[in-house]
């Protein structure tokens, strides 16, 4: 199974760097559609059988292009909503940013029973993205493009890959329309070997042109904890 992974499009909670995690979110601004636009070209040589998106507005607005151009559904998956901020939720300060991605760090670096300030903990938050990939597996999939957000994106990819370890969270931002790609092989009885993360395109994906650096939000920092 081959699973690619894309942030959705800027946001102004982006550029303000809020922490906006709850539903439905905002919309995209002008770069964010541009970004979304630039999709299709960018993934047009993926063999993408299946388009999901989280249940918040921004990721649908990214995915829209793409399903357009493969003639796909987008079909909404709760499981793959943002990691709530908890009490944190839209705040943009420093400690409250540092706070939010040191209990991220903490749940790849396997202690999952730590909770988000007011929120969930991490057994919890990559049990429900693990959820939507077992089900994509299960339905037969083989390489669907899933929509998602930053940090969980960035999570659920250090927790979940072999290949890397828990500071490659520390050390890889993502960009809006960042896409990471990872692999997983059929085991003979049924079921997913391990996950490994062939590529991590941090940056948007129609080059630099699309970046508007520092304005993609908390969850692409790669700031020191």
Do not use: C
Not at 10 to 32: K, M, R, Y
Not at 83 to 94: K, Q, T
Not at 158 to 184: H, K, M, Q, W, Y
Not at 212 to 219: E, I, L, M, R, V
């Amino acid at each position: 199974m081959r699973l690619i992974l894309i942030r959705h499009g800027q946001t102004p909670s982006n550029v303000e760097h809020f922490l906006d995690t709850a539903v439905p979110g905002p919309g995209l601004t002008e770069l964010g559609l541009e970004q979304a636009a630039s999709l299709p070209e960018a993934l047009g040589h993926e063999p993408i059988d299946g388009i999901f998106a989280s249940n918040l507005v921004r990721t649908q607005l990214t995915a829209a292009p793409l399903a357009a151009a493969l003639g796909l559904p987008v079909d909404i998956r709760d499981g793959l909503r943002e990691i709530s901020a908890g009490e944190l939720e839209m705040r943009n300060d420093r400690d409250a940013i540092i706070a939010y991605l040191k209990t991220v760090y903490s749940w790849v670096s396997g202690d999952t029973a730590v909770r988000m300030p007011g929120g969930p903990d991490g057994a919890a938050t990559l049990g429900r993205f693990d959820a939507v990939i077992e089900e994509l597996a299960a339905a037969g999939l083989k390489s669907p493009a899933l929509f998602s957000h930053g940090a969980i994106i960035r999570a659920w990819a250090t927790a979940r890959a072999a290949n890397v370890g828990a500071d490659f969270i520390v050390d890889n931002g993502l960009s809006n329309t960042g896409v990471a790609v990872l692999e997983a092989e059929d085991l003979p009885g049924g079921g997913l070997g391990p996950w490994q993360l062939l590529t991590w395109m941090g940056e948007a994906v129609g080059g630099g042109d699309l970046r508007d650096y520092g304005s993609d939000g908390p969850a692409a920092d790669d700031v020191t904890l």
